[in-house]
Structure formats: structure tokens, C-alpha cells
């Protein structure tokens, strides 16, 4: 009996171990055949590119470009080269993309909020706004924003005077600008260390809240802080900043700083498309909290706006915080419909001018395909890290 359970273990032994070896076959076979193919595709790849005369290395990058840029948030003219049009494509990206994250997520809480009001005309006029602006495709709105809202507005001559020097005309937004003087540099420095004090401050505070309960005024301490030390520089160092007003002069303003209808028109469509898709996430988020939660906490005296601000919406968060994520990269990508309304954005200025004028087809698609991909890489890698303390479980 005791040789017939050893031979039975020694053939399912067998028998494993043929699986794992069979296996190991498999992916070995796998991988070389995904070689072979790239390899293909690579080799004729080249053949067609030296057959049509496309160049087949990087070496335009430090070719001078000569096309202007009317947006550029770094030094750049028309004897600046291919690369350094790149790094101007990537800046207005991610320029148009952080506002417009900050200002979609904002706008999307509170229209979501509002979905769920008690007020009728509030709650109704949420819904229209998200059954309305989800429902229309996104590059219709920014064409409508563009043409429609930004391009009628009046001549230079006839600009919409703003309160606080603020001009608005069909050349875009004309507001005063902000110059640096001797000093400056030490406001900086005291706006970085509030940043710097709010945030260890928040943390002892939830510490302290965690430990005995008691709440403390953060809001109204990092207001404080981060208007406080900075104003207190300010005066340190004798005002070391003043600002320029825009005045007409001829047919357009001299001085200033300009928004231009491109940029407004993309980030206006961008953020109000996006809000629309974040209102529905966080209404979903809030009425998946049991209700019995909120109904604990009336129970206790905590009035309708703690509630919702201290128990409902941080255990909401476990649910919004994935979908919102697809959000955030669903905005960064849609971002490249900025080729429409002429916004130099990466695809715009990389993709479509650089492309045109040196013909590295290969070569500029595949970069800006790698810098959207590193981008929303890490965007999902930050709201990972986020989701972390709002994790059902510790880890």
C-alpha cells in the first residue's frame, strides 16, 4: 500500500512539474513570436522611411524652427530650435491641464452637491447642467466658446472696461501685471513656509482630532498663515511689487498681460465639460453613504453643513476618488482638441508644425505619444498615492 501512494505522489510530482516546464514553453514561444513581429514591423518601418526619404534620426532637434509661438510660458522665438518649441508645447499643456483639473473639480463638487439639494430651482438647475453639457460633444463646446462667445466680442478700441483695469475684447483678456522688484524673493519664501506651516499644521490637527476629538480651527489658522506671513514680508521689504495697467495705444493695449481666446476658450470648455462627468461621480459617491450615517450625526447636534463636510464627504471619497482619476486623465488628453481653436498646445506646436516642417513623422508622434502617456502616468500614480487615506483598510 505504501508503494502505491509513493508511486501516486511521484507521478502527480511528474505530472506538476510537466506542467511548469510546458508552461515556461509557452511564454518562451510567446515572447519570441511578440519579438519576431516588432522586429518586422521595425525593419520595414525603416525600409519605407528611407524609401520616402523621411529622416530616420532625432538630429532636427537642435534645428532652428522659425515658426512664432503667441503663447510661451518659457524664453522662445523664431531662432530657437525644434526642441525648445517641444518644451513650449509641454508647458502650455500642462498649463491648460492643472487649471483646468483644479476648476473642474471644484465646479463638479459643488454641482454635484447641488444635485442633491432641498432646494427645487438649485437641484433642477444642477441636472439641466449635467444632462445639458454631458450630452454635447466636447469639441462642439470649445468650438462654441471660441466662435461663438470669445471671437464677436468688440475691437481693441471698443474693449469691455472690468473693474480694477481689467479689459476684455476679441484679442482675449487684458489684466494688470504683477512686477518683481528687489525683495520680492523673500516673499517667496515666507508664501513657501506658510504652505509649509499649513500643512504640518493640518496634520497635528488631525492628530490631535484623532487623539482626543477636539477640533481645531484649521481653516481659519491657514488663512492666517498663508495671507499673514507673506503680506508681513511684503511690508518687511518695503512693497517689492507693483503692477502695470494695460492702456490703449493705437489699435491694441501695450503693457499688461494678456489671456488669449484660445487659451480661454479651451479652458472654460474643458473645465465645464469635465465638471459635468465629476457632478455625477460625487452625487453617486454621497447617496452610496448609508444614511444612517448622516441621521447619527443630526442625532447628535452637528448641523447639515458639518455633516456633509466631516461625515459624509470624507466616506464618500473612498468611492469618487477612481472614477475622478479617469476624469483627470480624460481632460489631459482631451486637451489636444486645443488644435481646433489654435492653442499651442503639445500637439499643436510638436505634432503639427515641427511634423510638417521637418517630415520625422516617426519620431515626433512617438514623442508625443510617450509625453501624454508620462503625464497621465503620473496623474494616476498621485491620485493613487491620494486614495491611500481614504483606504477601506489599512495596509
Known amino acids: 500500500m505504501a508503494d502505491i501512494f509513493q508511486h501516486a505522489h511521484m507521478r502527480?510530482?511528474?505530472?506538476?512539474?510537466?506542467?511548469?516546464?510546458r508552461g515556461i514553453i509557452y511564454q518562451v514561444a510567446l515572447a519570441l513570436s511578440l519579438a519576431t513581429i516588432v522586429a518586422g514591423v521595425a525593419i520595414q518601418t525603416v525600409s519605407n522611411m528611407r524609401q520616402r526619404g523621411i529622416p530616420l534620426t532625432f538630429d532636427f532637434w537642435k534645428q532652428t524652427a522659425g515658426f512664432q509661438i503667441n503663447q510661451t510660458l518659457i524664453p522662445y522665438d523664431t531662432l530657437s530650435t525644434y526642441g525648445q518649441a517641444f518644451w513650449v508645447g509641454v508647458a502650455n499643456t500642462l498649463l491648460v491641464s492643472a487649471f483646468g483639473?483644479?476648476?473642474?473639480?471644484?465646479?463638479?463638487?459643488?454641482?454635484?452637491?447641488?444635485?442633491?439639494?432641498?432646494?427645487?430651482?438649485?437641484?433642477?438647475?444642477?441636472?439641466s447642467y449635467v444632462e445639458v453639457i454631458r450630452n454635447i460633444p466636447l469639441l462642439l463646446q470649445l468650438l462654441f466658446w471660441y466662435n461663438a462667445v470669445l471671437k464677436p466680442l468688440p475691437a481693441p478700441k471698443s474693449s469691455i472696461a472690468l473693474p480694477g483695469g481689467i479689459f476684455l475684447n476679441n484679442r482675449g483678456i487684458i489684466l494688470p501685471a504683477v512686477e518683481f522688484q528687489a525683495g520680492a524673493s523673500l516673499v517667496g519664501v515666507a508664501l513657501a513656509a506658510a504652505v509649509a506651516l499649513v500643512v504640518a499644521f493640518g496634520v497635528y490637527a488631525r492628530s490631535v482630532q484623532r487623539r482626543t476629538g477636539k477640533q481645531l480651527p484649521i481653516l481659519i489658522v491657514s488663512i492666517f498663515l498663508l495671507i499673514g506671513l507673506p503680506l508681513m514680508a511684503c511690508v518687511a521689504t518695503g512693497s517689492p511689487m507693483s503692477f502695470t495697467?494695460?492702456?490703449?495705444?493705437?489699435?491694441?493695449f501695450r503693457g499688461g498681460q494678456q489671456i488669449y481666446p484660445e487659451f480661454a476658450a479651451l479652458l472654460i470648455g474643458l473645465f465645464v465639460y469635465t465638471a459635468s462627468f465629476i457632478a455625477e461621480i460625487v452625487r453617486g459617491g454621497i447617496q452610496a453613504v448609508s444614511k444612517g450615517q448622516?441621521?447619527?450625526?443630526?442625532?447628535?447636534?452637528?448641523?447639515?453643513?458639518?455633516?456633509?463636510?466631516?461625515?459624509?464627504?470624507?466616506?464618500?471619497?473612498?468611492?469618487?476618488?477612481?472614477?475622478?482619476?479617469?476624469?483627470?486623465?480624460?481632460?489631459?488628453?482631451n486637451s489636444s482638441?486645443?488644435?481646433f481653436i489654435g492653442y499651442p498646445d503639445l500637439v499643436q506646436v510638436f505634432a503639427g508644425s515641427v511634423l510638417n516642417q521637418t517630415g520625422a513623422a516617426v519620431q515626433v508622434m512617438a514623442i508625443t505619444l510617450a509625453v501624454y502617456l508620462v503625464i497621465s502616468l503620473l496623474t494616476s500614480a498621485a491620485m493613487n498615492a491620494f486614495n491611500q487615506r481614504f483606504a477601506l483598510l489599512e495596509r
Open 337 to 339: 482638441l486645443a488644435v
Open 12 to 21: 502527480r510530482t511528474i505530472s506538476i512539474h510537466d506542467k511548469k516546464v
Open 101 to 127: 483639473i483644479v476648476l473642474a473639480t471644484a465646479l463638479g463638487f459643488l454641482v454635484g452637491i447641488s444635485r442633491l439639494s432641498n432646494n427645487w430651482i438649485v437641484a433642477k438647475v444642477a441636472t
Open 294 to 333: 448622516t441621521e447619527a450625526a443630526h442625532a447628535l447636534g452637528i448641523p447639515q453643513s458639518k455633516t456633509l463636510r466631516l461625515v459624509v464627504v470624507p466616506q464618500a471619497m473612498r468611492i469618487i476618488i477612481p472614477p475622478l482619476t479617469s476624469q483627470y486623465l480624460n481632460l489631459i488628453k
Open 245 to 252: 495697467y494695460p492702456e490703449l495705444k493705437g489699435f491694441n
